[in-house]
T-cell receptor
Framework: QKEVEQDPGPLSVPEGAIVSLNCTYS??????FMWYRQYSRKGPELLMY????GNKEDGRFTAQVDKSSKYISLFIRDSQPSDSATYLC????????????FGTGTKLQVIP | ETGVTQSPTHLIKTRGQQVTLRCSSQ?????VSWYQQALGQGPQFIFQ???????GRGNFPPRFSGLQFPNYSSELNVNALELDDSALYLC?????????????FGSGTRLTVV
């Protein structure tokens, strides 16, 4: 079993839709939870991060972490064609050096 | 200088050959991590360098090695290339090795082994 599981999609939605992206994980030591966006032929760019459980909102994006269920989500409101990309969840422990473990990524297409 | 730059952008090598990939980090970033991203997969951690010393390594064999230089540049070397080494190699730099969300990624080097 992989430490981080993510539905690869692809996910296709109409412009304006609410998008829900999810990951599950098995490592209880994970404390930092991150979402990256990766456009074709580019490196990942950080969208949001959360420490421990809870919600965090940034514009149209909301990240949720439920450590009791080992489940994290990213919601995108009013999705735009420019949101079309691959979304990667990533996780890490805390305290000293910690490597970052990525999910496989979900490919999202927002159709105008 | 801002951003992380990687060179070359694309590379084709023959099985058994050796390859060196290069990364130029943002000024002031003393930590660099290298990742391998196979097609349709997420990035897999290869290793990390902090102030020119390797301080973490993923599940990759010793034929994957690296160097970090004082001028914020670094290298990833792969010996005895195998077909499965074909992937996008990503470099990520940060000013602090204790902040996992602080990394800036380059656009990567696409390596094809034939």
């Amino acid at each position: 079993q992989k430490e981080v599981e993510q539905d690869p999609g692809p996910l296709s939605v109409p412009e304006g839709a609410i998008v829900s992206l999810n990951c599950t994980y098995s490592n209880s030591a994970f404390q930092y939870f991150m979402w990256y966006r990766q456009y074709s032929r580019k490196g990942p760019e950080l969208l949001m991060y959360t420490y421990s459980s809870g919600n965090k909102e940034d514009g149209r994006f909301t990240a949720q972490v439920d450590k009791s269920s080992k489940y994290i989500s990213l919601f995108i409101r009013d999705s735009q064609p420019s949101d079309s990309a691959t979304y990667l969840c990533a996780m890490s422990g805390s305290g000293g050096y910690q490597k970052v473990t990525f999910g496989t990524g979900t490919k999202l297409q927002v159709i105008p | 200088e801002t951003g992380v730059t990687q060179s070359p952008t694309h590379l084709i090598k023959t099985r058994g050959q050796q390859v060196t990939l290069r990364c130029s980090s943002q000024s002031g970033h003393n930590t660099v991590s290298w990742y391998q991203q196979a097609l349709g997969q997420g990035p897999q951690f290869i290793f990390q360098y902090y102030r020119e010393e390797e301080n973490g390594r993923g599940n990759f064999p010793p034929r994957f090695s690296g160097l970090q230089f004082p001028n914020y540049s670094s290298e990833l070397n792969v010996n005895a290339l195998e077909l499965d080494d074909s992937a996008l190699y990503l470099c990520a730099s940060s000013f602090n090795d204790r902040i996992p969300y602080g990394y800036t990624f380059g656009s990567g080097t696409r390596l094809t082994v034939v």
